[in-house]
T-cell receptor, first 110, second 114 residues
Framework: KQEVTQIPAALSVPEGENLVLNCSFT??????LQWFRQDPGKGLTSLLL?????REQTSGRLNASLDKSSGRSTLYIAASQPGDSATYLC?????????FGTGTSLTVIP | NAGVTQTPKFQVLKTGQSMTLQCAQDMNHEYMSWYRQDPGMGLRLIHYSVGAGITDQGEVPNGYNVSRSTTEDFPLRLLSAAPSQTSVYFCASSYRGAGADGYTFGSGTRLTVV
């Protein structure tokens, strides 16, 4: 069974810092990997989607990488802002199911 | 706007009552699923469907029924509500296969069972 792990579980940084969130998965047979953001009491918003044939995707201050062979993905956030405070989840799709990590709770301190 | 629509947004039920949470998508996605999210436990898969007429159980299916008569709709039925089913429920959909566009989530239904 696919297992997805996110490290760290919580992270607190001062505004302006660059930071990296990590996601690892046990089975490399995936179709894609997706990063989501969830604000308290809200739904999940898709940030970046990386297909299995891709190495990275970028959107604004966000950059996500994928190393399928090693079962790892990173989400890089540049010049963090207080508005980036949220829980970040990664998910892998195997064709039949999505498997989610338990998330990293990010706090950006003004 | 295209997307996943969940109704209702909020619901309070009494123990033993039944109800249906509605989920509809207009993106022609084959794959649809229901999750519940509880504090400190992350997302847990209840049921999913890979196409019309096909459903399967996820991690926590007990107490819930689903059906998929059309590509667009995937309702979740609570047969006899229990306080343990108090949670936030999310519906999500996706294309299947390589090159899929990724998961799209609805905005959630907050259910309280008293």
């Amino acid at each position: 069974k696919q297992e997805v792990t996110q490290i760290p579980a919580a992270l607190s940084v001062p505004e302006g810092e660059n930071l990296v969130l990590n996601c690892s998965f046990t089975d490399s047979a995936i179709y894609n990997l997706q990063w989501f953001r969830q604000d308290p009491g809200k739904g999940l918003t898709s940030l970046l989607l990386i297909q299995s044939s891709q190495r990275e995707q970028t959107s604004g201050r966000l950059n996500a990488s994928l190393d399928k062979s090693s079962g790892r993905s990173t989400l890089y956030i540049a010049a963090s802002q207080p508005g980036d405070s949220a829980t970040y989840l990664c998910a892998v799709f195997t064709g039949n199911q999505f498997y989610f990590g338990t998330g990293t709770s990010l706090t950006v301190i003004p | 706007n295209a997307g996943v629509t969940q109704t209702p947004k909020f619901q309070v039920l009494k123990t033993g009552q039944s109800m249906t949470l509605q989920c509809a998508q207009d993106m022609n996605h084959e794959y649809m699923s229901w999750y519940r999210q509880d504090p400190g436990m992350g997302l847990r898969l209840i049921h999913y469907s890979v196409g019309a007429g096909i459903t399967d159980q996820g991690e926590v299916p007990n107490g819930y029924n689903v059906s998929r008569s059309t590509t667009e709709d995937f309702p979740l039925r609570l047969l006899s509500a229990a306080p343990s089913q108090t949670s936030v429920y999310f519906c999500a959909s996706s294309y299947r296969g390589a090159g899929a566009d990724g998961y799209t989530f609805g905005s959630g239904t907050r259910l309280t069972v008293v």
